[in-house]
């Protein structure tokens, strides 16, 4: 993770700022996934459930509005991944995303 953080912060990434990380989680069933999305979506948690590009499973996408620190980035993800293990889920990676990335549904 650092690395990636080291590598923004060469780009120019201004970290004092909140950016949108998406946190993704596989599922084998779909129920699992929307009990998932439903528990962690909020007016400032964006959260979807989608197929997954290999053709297994489903991905619930989480988006937040975060510091793009490791600090932030580790416990939201911690927060996250115990959410999802609890529903039959694993995490699957986080990512910054660009504004029109973004979504909920």
Known sequence: M????D???RAGYDVSNDH??????HFDERADADR???RVRSDAIEARVGETDAGGGLTVRVVAAIAATH???SAVEEKLSAIAERCGGVSD???TVASKDR???
């Open 20 to 25: 949108a990380v998406a946190f993704d989680f």
């Open 103 to 105: 979504g909920g549904s």
């Open 71 to 73: 600090d932030a980035i």
């Open 93 to 95: 990676g986080w990512q």
């Open 2 to 5: 650092q690395q990636h953080l």
């Open 36 to 38: 998932m999305a439903a």
């Open 7 to 9: 590598a923004a912060l």
